[in-house]
């Protein structure tokens, strides 16, 4: 296993030869010591980036030459997908279903479909007139589409293989260079991607790999060199990278929290609502930034909905996320762990009722925390308005369709909602009016790559997902050549 710095298509330790501990949240057992980058590893990882965007033949080939290297990089992840789902799945507490059949599924997929994408997407021209030094021109304009140059992409513990690729295989597709900073959580399968690079053929200093703790984050955010950051993580550090990136100029795409409702009317599907309820909030065991934390269920089915619910929680096998059949590990830290507990025991002194229903009990070593569904909790209660990142379901009732819109657009954030109704009028007309990045109805989180995904409000900034990312990546360059509008020579 992997565990130092990739600098210039070389594994290498930190400077100074710093560490920091990574455990494995199902046995809280050391699964690594990795090597933690500083300033000096940040400067010389963007200065091998920085290289490799000016001088180096990546951003210079064709779409289609590099569509064929990160095609191999994409096969490298497939090739090894068993392996990479493995230790996915030790490193962050994910079952090993989810992580090879999902989220490694997924890294392949995003690398090769974005380099796809930049095969095909053509640039535009227009033509125009205008009179210049007394003669009258034609214009050609050409909108080129240039590289940024150096990109930097901050990544959570949650999913990381799938959110690594899912920045990274834009802005190479783009043309650009990249330093990748993984979580100090969950930093193996990012530093694993190095080994798949240099076996795919992938330019010495086109991807960077820096394993490091927040202040490596800032440091690359603030960093001379670097010329776009995308940053996926929480609110508060949102902020800060943003002010930090504000210092250059930097342009910014932030993926951040969320709270999202799932809002169930009577004249539902309720059996499968309440399956598709439960999959939104207990998949990933609630760590996951679309997580449907909030259900908002019509008073007159509440109580049925509710317990359809908690059966389908009674249906999730808990346990060694290295078992294929697992579908609920351990959270990813004690500290996690306590933290999503501390939401949970405010709200039942408050007069929360708390309700589960678990098969069998949680193991006796591991962060595990089961699957709670909080009822008769007050909606201005920090459970209802902040992001838990647990699996943590808080209900609240509603009698009508507007008091049911005003509930999912109370709070600050805006990431996704699912609307579950059988009413197709319904479905549209809430759908226009929650004010989220994203609405599912009757399903959760099903991807399209081309279509854009982010938050409104303060669930981030931007979108990615097709020709956005491909535009996030590219500065828009205008050419514009001149000729006369009558031909001189006859
Ligand atoms: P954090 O915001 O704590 O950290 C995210 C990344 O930023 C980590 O790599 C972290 O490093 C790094 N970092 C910390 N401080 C700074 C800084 N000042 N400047 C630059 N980088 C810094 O989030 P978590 O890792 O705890 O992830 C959970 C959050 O991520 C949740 O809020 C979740 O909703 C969100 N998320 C959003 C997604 C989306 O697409 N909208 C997808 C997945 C998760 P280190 O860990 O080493 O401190």
């Known amino acids: 296993m992997e565990t130092r710095l990739f600098i210039d298509g070389r594994y290498e330790s930190a400077s100074g030869d710093a560490r920091f501990t990574d455990l494995e949240p199902a046995t809280e057992a050391t699964l690594a010591e990795v090597a933690s980058a500083d300033t000096r590893d940040v400067d010389r990882a963007v200065a091998a980036a920085r290289r490799a965007a000016d001088h180096g033949p990546w951003p210079r080939m064709s779409a289609e030459a590099r569509g064929k290297i990160l095609g191999r990089l994409a096969d490298e992840i497939e090739k090894h997908a068993r392996e990479l789902g493995t230790l996915e ?44 030094l007394g003669a009258d021109l034609r214009l050609a ?6 590289p940024l140059g150096v990109g930097a992409i901050i990544i959570p513990w949650n999913s990381p293989l799938m959110l690594g690729t899912w920045n990274l295989g834009p802005c190479l597709a783009a043309g650009n260079t990249c330093v990748l900073k993984p979580s100090e959580l969950a930093p193996l399968t990012s530093i694993a991607l190095g080994e798949s690079a240099n076996a795919a053929g992938l330019p010495p200093g086109v991807l960077n790999i820096l394993p490091g703790l927040g202040a490596a984050g800032a440091a690359l955010v603030g960093h001379p060199g670097v010329d776009g950051v995308a940053f996926t993580g929480g609110v508060a550090t949102g902020r800060r990278v943003m002010a930090a990136a504000a210092e250059s100029l930097k342009r910014v795409t932030l993926e951040l929290g969320g709270k999202s409702p799932n809002l169930v009317f009577a004249d539902a599907d309720l059996k499968r609502s309440a399956a598709g309820v ?3 909030i207990f998949r990933s065991q609630g760590q996951s930034c679309v997580a449907g934390s909030r259900l908002l269920v019509e008073r007159k089915i509440a109580d049925d909905f509710i317990a359809l619910v908690i059966a389908e929680i009674g249906q999730l096998r808990i346990g060694d996320p290295l078992d294929d059949k697992t579908d609920y590990g351990p959270l990813i830290s004690a500290a996690h762990r306590e933290r999503v507990d501390g939401f949970v025991s405010e709200a039942r002194a408050a007069g929360a009722e708390v309700l589960g229903g678990m098969r069998g009990a949680l193991p006796a070593r591991g962060f595990y925390y089961p699957p709670i569904v909080l ?12 992001e838990i990142f647990g699996p943590v379901l808080t209900v609240e009732r509603f009698d009508h369709e507007d008091e049911a819109i005003a509930l999912a657009n109370a709070g600050r954030y805006g990431l996704a909602a699912y609307v ?23 399903s959760f989180f099903l991807r399209d790559l081309r279509t854009p995904f982010g938050g409104a409000r303060q669930s981030g900034l931007g979108r990615q997902g097709g020709r956005h990312s491909l535009e996030f990546w590219t500065e828009a360059k205008l050419i514009c050549m001149t000729y006369p509008e009558d031909n001189a020579n006859g």
């Open 375 to 386: 009822d008769r909790v007050r909606p201005e209660s920090r459970a209802v308005c902040e």
């Open 420 to 442: 579950w109704t059988m009413n197709g009028e319904r479905a549209l007309r809430v759908a226009d009016r929650i004010r989220t990045g994203m609405v599912w109805v009757n």
């Open 89 to 132: 799945a030790r490193d962050v507490g994910k079952p090993i279903s989810e992580c090879v059949n999902h989220d490694i599924a997924r890294g392949a997929r995003n690398i090769r479909f974005f380099a796809a994408l930049a095969e095909t997407w053509t640039q535009e021209a227009s033509f125009g007139a205008a009179k210049f």
């Open 141 to 146: 304009n050409l909108t080129a589409r240039a």
């Open 278 to 280: 439960a999959r939104s």
